[in-house]
């Protein structure tokens, strides 16, 4: 499968604990970005990387919320100290060089409930 | 500041029907606009865009959109609805480093 691959589908957290959602971009991608989806809205922009870098995170919550897309390994977006309101779907997609006219292509989500 | 509004969050059509659903842009410069359709949980798949090529846009699944500068539109159409296209589409617009999508629409297909 050469799609975007997203782990885990589902990941259940208890409030203040820490969650890690999981994003390796499609073959040749290097170019990503998540979303959070919340029950009935559309799909909210949370933060575009590039290898190693943070290009624009005007999406991100200014607290407890991170992203990172090192030289190797997938991209994470990491969720400290978990509270109720962080339950969504969260989608990675990626494309092959950033420009306006390039489609993003989706992962399946990684779907975060807090108990 | 740019987005997109898509009209009706629910749309019922009957197998067979013409499929009509509408969004509108705003942005002070012409912007990409994409369609896609996601089916339940599962990521979004792209159905078309437009990258001011031509105006009239072909799809997958028979799907095509019309870009209309004066309407400030890029409404999504099917001659004949399948059962197969019950799901959310969503439409998006791109002028810079994000993609900025509509609230979507849900579509249901009476048999």
């Known amino acids: 499968n050469a799609g975007v691959m997203q782990n885990p589908r589902h990941l259940v957290r208890r409030r203040g604990q820490e969650a890690r959602l999981r994003c390796s971009p499609m073959?040749?991608?290097?170019?990503v970005y998540w979303y959070r989806q919340l029950p009935e809205e559309g799909l909210k922009f949370m933060v575009y990387?590039?290898?190693?870098?943070?290009?624009?995170e005007s999406g991100m919550p200014k607290e407890r919320f991170s992203a990172e897309f090192p030289k190797e390994g997938p991209s994470i977006l990491r969720i400290q100290q978990v509270v109720r309101g962080d339950s969504a779907a969260y989608f990675c997609?990626?494309?092959?060089?950033?420009?306006?006219?390039?489609?993003?292509?989706f992962g399946d989500g990684t779907r975060l409930s807090i108990l | 500041a740019q987005s997109v509004t898509q009209l009706g969050s629910h749309v019922s059509v009957s197998e067979g029907a013409l499929v009509l659903l509408r969004c509108n842009y705003s942005?002070?410069?012409?912007?990409?606009l994409f369609w896609y359709v996601q089916y339940p949980n599962q990521g979004l798949q792209l159905l078309l865009k437009?990258?001011?090529?031509?105006?009239l846009v072909k799809g997958i699944n028979g799907f095509e959109a019309e870009f209309k500068k004066s309407e400030t539109s890029f409404h999504l159409t099917k001659p004949s609805a399948h059962m197969s296209d019950a799901a959310e589409y969503f439409c998006?617009?791109?002028?810079?480093?994000?993609?900025?999508f509509g609230t979507g629409t849900s579509l249901t297909v009476i048999p």
């Open positions: 437009y990258t001011s090529a031509a105006t």
């Open positions: 990387l590039q290898k190693e870098n943070i290009i624009d």
């Open positions: 073959k040749g991608h290097s170019h």
């Open positions: 998006a617009s791109n002028t810079g480093n994000q993609f900025y």
């Open positions: 997609a990626s494309s092959r060089t950033g420009k306006q006219d390039q489609p993003q292509h």
């Open positions: 942005s002070s410069v012409p912007p990409y």
